[in-house]
């Protein structure tokens, strides 16, 4: 089984709000992405989760807040984001092996994001 | 830092027919993983064919084959026997094989269509 679930589908926020986005998987993988997809473009890295640890972070602004409550779970916490903001947010797992081979990346559907 | 190029926007093929999508990449390393995914209208981001670089045997998966060429780095997706299902955004990414989660990187993409 490579699935990877986000919730929610969809969501569209003013920029006062505060939302999160959530992942979860149940494949055992140690490594965890969150993408973001503007339309017509490939996904770009935000961050990476290994073990539970943040281990990239793409220079992404402090409104994204990443957190990893454990190792099946990512949320992404939203506050005061900009209407350029707006964009497909992917998540992803992996396996994250030792002995220094990394794996496969399987995507969840994404959520659609929307900012007023 | 390693760049994926992928030189045709669009394709449309009929039913049935063979078709191929070009993809190269720029890189210094000599261990590496290059993937295919396709992204339909419905977002989801699908793995279709993974190549470990150390391989020199092409990977297949049923209609999907790649010729890979390390030397001229170059990752091409062949499609045999094309179906309406394969219509989508196909994206080639590049995954340095060092240990540790690895960020994806995509190539722009080629936007297939197969039409009946």
């Known amino acids: 089984d490579t699935e990877v679930t986000q919730t929610p589908k969809h969501l569209v926020m003013g920029m006062t709000n505060k939302k999160s986005l959530k992942c979860e998987q149940h494949?055992?993988?140690?490594?965890m992405y969150w993408y973001k997809q503007k339309a017509k473009k490939p996904p770009e890295l935000m961050f990476v989760?290994?073990?539970?640890?943040?281990?990239i972070n793409e220079s992404v602004p402090s409104r994204f807040s990443p957190e990893c409550p454990n190792s099946s779970l990512l949320n992404l916490h939203l506050h005061a984001l900009q209407p350029e903001d707006s964009a497909l947010y992917l998540c992803?797992?992996?396996?994250?092996?030792?002995?220094?081979?990394?794996?496969?990346?399987?995507f969840g559907p994404g959520t659609r994001l929307t900012v007023l | 830092a390693q760049t994926v190029t992928q030189s045709q926007p669009e394709m449309s093929v009929q039913e049935a027919e063979t078709v191929t999508l070009s993809c190269t990449y720029d890189?210094?390393?000599?261990?590496?993983?290059l993937f295919w995914y396709k992204q339909p209208p419905s977002r989801q981001m699908i793995l279709v064919i993974r190549?470990?670089?150390?391989?020199?045997q092409n990977a297949t998966e049923n209609r999907f084959s790649v010729n890979f060429q390390k030397a001229a780095k170059s990752f091409s997706l062949k499609i045999s026997d094309s179906q309406l299902g394969d219509t989508a955004m196909y994206f080639c990414?590049?995954?340095?094989?060092?240990?540790?989660?690895?960020?994806?990187?995509f190539g722009q993409g080629t936007r297939l269509t197969i039409n009946p």
């Open positions: 494949m055992g993988h140690r490594a």
């Open positions: 989760y290994s073990y539970e640890k943040l281990s």
């Open positions: 990414a590049f995954m340095r094989g060092i240990q540790g989660a690895q960020k994806l990187v």
């Open positions: 190549q470990e670089a150390y391989k020199q």
């Open positions: 890189t210094s390393e000599n261990n590496y993983y």
């Open positions: 992803a797992s992996s396996q994250d092996r030792t002995g220094g081979r990394t794996d496969t990346q399987y």
